[in-house]
C-alpha cells in the first residue's frame, strides 16, 4: 500500500482558503480523516469520513468551514478549508483507519500557517 502522503498545505491570511489532498487508498479502510497538532498540543481528529457510504463527522471547531470528500476512483482525500483562522495553524496529517477498534495511521503531515 502506498504512504499516505499529504499536500497542498502552505500559508494564507485569516478568511482565506486552502485544500488540503491526500493519496489514501480505501482498500482495508473503514474510515478516512484529517488530524492536526501544533506545538504543545496534541493531536487531534479535525474530520472524518466512512469509505463506505461517505458520512462524514466534523470537529465542532471547524464546523461550518471545513469540508472533508473523497474521490474514489482517483484514491484522493481532500480538505477543503474555509475561512481559515489563525488558530487552524498547525500541522496536518492525512489518516486512515482499518476499523472501529483500530489505530489511526497518519502520513508525515503538511504545515498550515495563517497569519491574522
Known amino acids: 500500500q502506498v504512504p499516505l502522503v499529504e499536500s497542498g498545505g502552505g500559508s494564507a491570511q485569516a478568511g482565506g482558503s486552502l485544500r488540503l489532498s491526500c493519496t489514501a487508498s480505501?482498500?482495508?479502510?473503514?474510515?478516512l480523516g484529517w488530524w492536526r497538532e501544533a506545538p504543545g498540543v496534541q493531536r487531534a481528529l479535525v474530520a472524518n469520513?466512512?469509505?463506505?457510504?461517505?458520512?462524514?463527522w466534523y470537529a465542532d471547531s471547524v464546523k461550518g468551514r471545513f469540508t472533508i470528500s473523497q474521490d474514489i476512483p482517483k484514491n484522493m482525500l481532500y480538505l477543503q478549508m474555509n475561512n481559515l483562522q489563525p488558530n487552524d495553524t498547525g500541522m496536518y496529517y492525512c489518516?486512515?483507519?482499518?476499523?472501529?477498534?483500530?489505530?489511526?495511521?497518519w502520513g508525515q503531515g503538511t504545515q498550515v500557517t495563517i497569519s491574522s
Open positions: 469520513i466512512y469509505t463506505s457510504g461517505g458520512t462524514t
Open positions: 480505501r482498500d482495508n479502510r473503514f474510515l
Open positions: 489518516a486512515t483507519k482499518r476499523g472501529i477498534g483500530s489505530p489511526w495511521d
